[in-house]
């Protein structure tokens, strides 16, 4: 059975960073395209950061230069690195596992962690 486990969310001021973790069992992550997605009440879900099974990665152009997405193999996990935050980018944030054609588009990843939820305020 699959799992992907999301941890590192908190309560951080702006400018402030999280490193977001999705640690995955039943699979090989290495072996997915794994996107970090977020939601918020106001937003419908959508695509923050992406690393492929080929290791390129993708940023919506909101994070670009403030977010890093990386895999450690060897742990079968993917992190999200996420510096000089801002309040806009409050939400719950998913993982997921695919291999999607359009990476963006959460529905075409097959698994999905239950979320963690990151909140920049001061």
């Known amino acids: 059975q699959v799992h992907l486990v999301e941890s590192g969310g908190g309560l951080v001021q702006p400018g402030g960073s999280l490193r977001l973790s999705c640690a995955a069992s039943g699979l090989t992550s290495g072996d997915y395209t794994i996107g970090w997605f977020r939601q918020t009440p106001v937003k419908e879900r959508e695509a923050v950061s992406v690393i492929k099974d080929d290791g390129s990665t993708w940023h919506d152009y909101s994070v670009k230069g403030r977010f890093t997405v990386s895999r450690d193999n060897a742990k079968n996990t993917v992190f999200l690195q996420m510096n000089s935050l801002k309040p806009e980018d409050t939400g719950v944030y998913y993982c997921?596992?695919?291999?999607?054609?359009?990476?963006?588009?959460?529905?075409?990843?097959?698994?999905w962690g239950q979320g963690t939820q990151v909140t920049v305020s001061s």
């Open positions: 997921a596992a695919g291999r999607p054609y359009y990476f963006s588009d959460d529905a075409e990843y097959t698994y």
